[in-house]
């Protein structure tokens, strides 16, 4: 008989308790943006905004949509300097993450500094503006729909991407 309130409190504990840890979205994920890319956003609808865009798959379940010259003059507008990914479900066809490099750009270079490069995203994109923690260099936004990680590791680590963003999908891969 003892058990029986012990498993409800229990259950109760459990639901709350995951609830309190949910993060709601600051910015909707159907309103979050960097440079016009969208997590959510149909790959056809996509490549009506920028026909360059090709689909690749790099093999197992990675599909990519491409740029012949790392970008398009669209993107590059917005200050980025290349696209190093956009994922999309194969099934679904929306996208699930995206990779954008800023290197050499308008916004920044190796030697912009972590807060400011930040601040220029904050600024110009439809991104979260309170809840970032800082680790090492990079910024980290994560709420129950997406993450978002502004990195910049000046061009010193041994896989150094410099200034770049990266925003992943409840779906992607690497949520």
């Known amino acids: 008989m003892k058990s029986i309130p012990l498993c409800l409190g229990f259950a109760i504990f459990a639901l709350f308790g995951s609830t309190a840890w949910a993060k709601p979205c600051e910015i909707p994920v159907q309103s979050m943006n960097v440079a016009g890319l969208k997590l959510g956003q ?15 798959v790099l093999g197992g379940n990675n599909y990519q949509l ?7 003059a669209q993107i590059k507008k917005t200050g980025v300097s290349s696209v190093q990914h956009i994922r999309y479900d194969p099934d679904t066809k929306v996208i699930t ?3 954008l490099s800023f290197l050499d750009g308008p916004m920044a270079s190796y030697e912009t500094d972590l807060d400011l490069f930040k601040s220029r995203i904050l600024k110009k994109f439809k991104v979260a ?13 994560q709420c129950d729909d997406y993450r978002i990680e502004i990195h910049q590791d000046y061009g010193a680590e041994h896989t150094a991407i410099g200034p770049t963003v990266m925003v992943f999908g409840q779906k992607s891969t690497m949520f």
């Open 129 to 141: 503006q309170k809840g970032w923690v800082q680790e090492k260099n990079k910024y980290t936004y």
């Open 66 to 72: 491409e740029f012949a010259d790392g970008t398009d």
């Open 42 to 56: 149909s790959i056809r609808e996509f490549q009506k905004l920028h026909p360059t865009a090709k689909p690749v």
């Open 97 to 99: 993450s995206f990779s």
